[in-house]
């Protein structure tokens, strides 16, 4: 097969990107366009460096090995984490807008259908990922969220499958905060069930580690590349971060939050729906009506 290098463009790029995509391996601004540029040259470089051969940034044929080695083993990189400078509560990275919350700050504010454009909270990022129309236009929320102690939804999203489960919904990743002020990423359908009392809590699509679970029919129109907002937990300073991304699919996003020295997180919501406010200012508006935000 011929070497792939920069100037190349088509299909045979374009399985070159969504490979090092599926391996982990970020391109955050141009996605798998199908044209070999600078970025994808980078990022066949972090490849290599990670396989330790020769970084050409190229795909040549010990490259292509390699890379057909590591999709088979199901392997994903596993970036370094940056180093945040001390007392650092929020900045930007690889694009993305992200703040870091105490978790007893962190509150779930109803809205009763209010559009995104128009909210003057302070701090505000989409809670609920996918929000449903009814029949006279109002959204409600489809993921599980607590606030304050008090259970506002406890039922996951695709109710479609809802009878599989007994009504509660498919299972998906939730960040719970805990009353003790424990952070945690688990797989559930019930906080209820949880081994200790929830004081805050919000589901979505599992961003680290990469998880469809509770999202198994909806992968395709949730985890694409475009708007993205989401939160992760970071052990070693014990907060929330909760971020914002202008072009990233799930996968890259956890790579994202990775690199921020998360141990998991998750994604709230993507494309239309996505808001993420802070300090009184948009990072990104919508005009969407939202049924629910987290609020600090």
Aim: a positive charge.
């Amino acid at each position: 097969m011929p070497t792939l290098r920069s100037g190349d463009r088509g299909s045979a790029v374009k399985s070159l990107q969504l490979a090092l995509l599926n391996l982990g391996i970020p391109l955050p601004r141009f996605g798998a366009d199908g044209a070999f540029g600078n970025e994808t040259a980078t990022a066949l470089r972090t490849f290599q460096h990670w396989q330790d051969i020769p970084q050409t940034g190229e795909l040549d044929m010990p490259t292509r090995e390699k890379l057909f080695y590591a999709k088979a083993q199901g392997q994903q990189y596993q970036p370094v984490p940056q180093p945040i400078p001390p007392n650092s509560t929020q900045g930007t990275h690889r694009g993305a807008t992200w703040v870091a919350v105490p978790p007893e700050k962190l509150r779930i504010s109803e809205q009763t259908d209010r559009l995104g454009h128009r909210f003057t909270e302070p701090n505000a990022l989409t809670a609920a990922f996918l929000g449903h129309q009814t029949s006279d236009g109002a959204t409600f929320p489809t993921s599980m969220l607590a606030s304050d102690g008090r259970i506002i939804r406890n039922t996951q999203p695709n109710g479609l499958y809802e009878g599989i489960y007994k009504g509660k919904g498919i299972p998906a990743p939730t960040l719970v905060v805990y009353q003790d002020l424990s952070v945690d990423v688990v797989i559930t359908n019930d906080l209820t069930t949880l081994p200790k009392p929830v004081r805050f809590a919000v589901s979505g699509f599992g961003a680290l580690p990469y998880r469809i679970d509770g999202f198994e029919h909806y992968v395709s129109s949730v985890a694409y590349q475009t708007y993205r907002v989401g939160l992760g937990y970071r052990p070693e300073t014990q907060d929330v971060l909760l971020m914002y991304h202008p072009r990233a699919n799930a996968k890259t996003f956890g790579v994202y939050l990775r690199e921020l020295g998360c141990s998991a997180g998750i994604t709230t919501d993507s494309g239309g729906s996505a808001l993420f406010r802070l300090n009184g200012k948009f990072i990104r508006s919508t005009v969407r009506r939202l049924p629910a935000i987290i609020t600090w």
